[in-house]
């Protein structure tokens, strides 16, 4: 009985959301493999009952246990009901709404969207779908210095790359900075304010955005205020802005106040539920944009922060600088974090786990790749998916390359481990998002876990791999070319589970484009049309390709090969 089968819908995001200010986008998770068709009928919330339009849901694909369903349906007052009908191949069906699965319309009830007020129509910053983001650990990349990475910006360019991300660059004793000593201070190693200006008005002379790294989370044992704590204990006006478990303070043999993960004891956790440390931050955030000219924060340990700051921060950033971009860093799914009120998008690891298994290790295979894929898709509303940084590797990861390598299978894991990390590249570049390249990726750098993977950038071209190089370059040009790419959505086109190959559309409403990656050892043959797949979508690509859906294509791709149709 339908009235048993699994399904689910909440009128909140990322289940209902807008994507325009009199569009309301609906998802429905449907129990998978029963051949199930969804209709969703809505009116004004406030129509009298039978003003209801059907309108047909598309299904996305399967993400494991449950089908993906969607429709945009129209909402010009920003006011809406709806009640979706689920139906299957036998001719029952049944009613589901707000008050549960019913086969009599009444009794299932109607979900009730009661406003789209204007701020969740998420407005991104026009240059984001843009970019192309290429991520500098600032101490390795080149002299270790501000100028140093202002001086191969025209290497970058050359390279393709759109904006800038750099790991913290504020006074610190360490070498990665994340422990700040003075959040108004360029670390005197890197250089001073001065040479940071001089990098983002380069930068954005030679097209390039450029983002920095802030740790709100946390601050250095040497913060002025952390120092004062130390000093005076229980006297110091700055007590309250860190969480001091006992006096006088100590960070040895155990901190004795809360830390950054388990005992970073150089890493005292900030009280920014504090005012006074809240409107501190506050300011720092501003002074950066204002002074500097930067074009976007991306915030450290971003889920170990105080909600309401983070709202209070994308107020008031956006407020005075609506075009910059926000990224927060959730190594976990972010959802909570990315509904409009705190980050545009996110640090992506959960794609990243995804591509390491399906990629570098092969411990997956296409189905579960692709509902991977479909399931990470809809945990976000399509703004937040459209600002995730994808990312294959960062400083806090092994390097990409190393993981293809120590992973694969049998004899072929060192034969194959290019091919492996160019195909990822592949995905990663015609994929919803922003693609992050982590410096060095793109001329074949390796690298363990922290610190290894935080080497000196390979700039003699007799270390580098020059045709990873243009294969970036090439990828990356195509990206720019094809606004598809860009700005498309995403939808599953085959999974040929025994074979390891899948392809995938990206479609606008002007343009299609087809990907198939052969991630094995043999050769894939494909002749279209007559592949199995939804024959809806084969028509919609072929019609795209200008292709006639009678025509007998047969296609060849190489081992650990990629194609793109167009």
């Known amino acids: 009985m339908l009235t048993r089968l699994f399904m689910y819908h909440t009128a909140e995001d990322p289940f209902a959301f807008p994507v325009g200010p009199r569009l309301l986008k609906l998802r429905l998770f449907v129990q998978s493999g029963q051949g199930l068709s969804c209709t969703v009928i809505h009116a004004d919330r406030y129509d009298s009952p039978g003003c209801e339009l ?22 010009e007052t920003g006011k809406c009901r709806y009640l979706f009908y689920i139906g299957n191949p036998a001719g029952e069906y049944v009613w589901y709404g707000e008050r549960g699965i019913s086969g009599n319309r009444e009794q299932a009830g109607a979900f009730q969207y009661a406003y789209i007020h204007r701020p969740q129509a998420i407005t991104l910053p026009a240059w984001s779908s843009e970019a192309v983001v290429y991520q500098i650990y600032p101490e390795s990349y080149h002299q270790g210095t501000l100028q140093g990475i202002t001086d191969k910006l025209p290497y970058l360019q050359q390279l393709g790359i759109t904006a800038i991300y750099m790991t913290p660059i504020f006074e610190s004793p360490s070498g990665h900075k994340y422990n700040t000593s003075d959040y108004y ?13 001089e990098l983002v008005g380069t930068a954005h002379r030679l097209g390039m955005k450029v983002l920095l790294d802030a740790v709100f989370n946390h601050s250095g044992d040497t913060f002025f205020a952390f120092r004062d704590v130390l ?36 890493m005292p956790k900030l009280n920014m539920n504090h005012p006074e440390v809240a409107d501190y931050m506050m300011e720092v955030a501003k002074y950066w ?37 926000l990224i927060g860093e959730i190594m976990h799914a972010s959802g909570p974090w990315l509904r409009g009120d705190q980050f545009d998008g996110g640090m992506n690891y959960l794609l990243r786990d995804a591509v390491l298994e399906f990629f570098a290790a092969q411990s997956a295979g296409p189905v579960r790749f692709m509902e991977q894929l479909l399931h990470q898709e809809a945990l976000y509303n399509d703004q937040a998916n459209s600002a995730m940084f994808q990312l294959l590797g960062s400083h806090d990861t092994l390097r990409f390359l190393t993981a ?9 894991r060192e034969a194959t481990a290019m091919s492996r990390m160019r195909l990822a590249v592949f995905f990663q570049m015609t994929y919803l998002g922003l693609p992050m390249i982590y410096y060095g990726d793109e001329v074949g750098m390796e690298g363990a876990t922290d610190p290894h993977c935080r080497g000196l950038m390979l700039w003699e071209e007799t270390e580098q791999d020059t045709g990873l190089q243009e294969w970036y370059k090439r990828l990356i040009s195509l990206r720019q070319q094809h606004e598809v790419l860009r700005k498309g959505g995403f939808r599953p086109w085959f999974t040929d589970e025994t074979r390891n190959v899948l392809g995938y559309i990206r479609r606008s409403e002007q343009d299609r484009m087809g990907m198939i990656i052969n991630n094995s050892p043999n050769r894939y043959h494909l002749e279209l049309p007559n592949y199995r797949c939804d024959k809806n979508l084969l028509t919609d690509l072929l019609s795209g390709l200008n292709i006639r859906s009678s025509t007998r294509i047969l296609v060849e791709i190489e081992p650990f090969g990629c194609m793109m149709l167009h």
């Open 404 to 412: 293809c390598k120590q992973g694969g299978r049998g004899w072929d």
């Open 289 to 325: 944009v204002r002074e500097a000219g930067i074009d976007g924060w991306r915030l450290d340990v971003a889920n170990e922060v105080n909600p309401a700051f983070w709202s209070r921060f994308r107020r008031e950033l956006k407020a005075e600088f609506p075009d910059l971009l």
């Open 185 to 197: 201070k360029v670390d005197p190693g890197f250089g001073t304010l001065e040479d940071l200006k």
């Open 54 to 75: 059907p309108q047909e849901m598309e299904r996305i694909g399967c993400a494991g246990a449950y089908d993906i369903h969607e429709a945009i349906i129209p909402a």
């Open 231 to 266: 000093e005076r204990g229980e006297a110091s006006p700055y007590k309250d802005w860190f969480y001091i478990h006992s006096y006088p303070v100590s960070g040895a043999p155990v901190p004795g106040y809360e830390t950054f993960a388990k005992a970073e004891a150089s």
